[in-house]
């Protein structure tokens, strides 16, 4: 009787955990370039929504640039900005909330990859913190991707080569 009280308890607690989370309706990047002065800078454009039962305090999309033949790419103008900041193929885009269950937000945010070729934006995981300080990481997989970023198909994306400028 214990044992299966326990086991009830933890598939209760285990089903509980894989609802709460966001879904991304909108995740690409857009053209960023006010009057043509900057033509490789990008925006990203993001819809989501909290369908966990939780309020988000604030998350964080782990995400790269992908070029047309699935490399990851860098983004060129990390350098010329800041010379200690090392170009990188993976980035991170982090909303401050509260962000209330069941409710949907629209965020865009100017100049966050510049790349001259066409690109686009691949998520790797999302991390979420809740107003109770309590933590989850969605890691996205070929399995999960339409649950958590039904607006993206899924990319094997190759990590090792693509476009990694010099300093």
């Not at 009830?8 to 995740?27: G, N, P, R």
């Not at 993976?90 to 001259?116: C, D, H, L, M, Q």
Request: charged share 25%; hydrophobic share 40%; with cysteine.
């Amino acid at each position: 009787m214990k044992t299966k009280l326990m086991m009830v308890l933890t598939m209760l607690l285990l089903s509980m955990s894989t609802d709460a989370q966001i879904v991304f309706s909108k995740f690409k990047f857009t053209k960023d370039s006010p009057f043509g002065a900057f033509p490789t800078r990008k925006g990203l454009d993001v819809k989501f929504k909290n369908t966990s039962g939780k309020t988000i305090k604030k998350f964080a999309i782990h995400y790269s640039g992908v070029d047309e033949i699935n490399e990851a790419v860098c983004s060129e103008i990390v350098g010329a900005v800041n010379a200690n900041v090392k170009h990188t193929k993976f980035r991170v885009i982090n909303f401050t909330g509260p962000f209330e269950s069941g409710k949907s937000k629209s965020s865009w945010t100017s100049a966050v990859f510049y790349y001259k070729l066409k690109v686009k934006a691949f998520p790797q995981k999302v991390d979420i913190v809740y107003m109770d300080n309590t933590e989850e990481t969605i890691e996205v997989t070929k399995d999960n991707i339409k649950d958590v970023f039904p607006c993206l198909d899924w990319i094997d994306v190759d990590y090792e080569h693509g476009f990694q400028p010099s300093n």
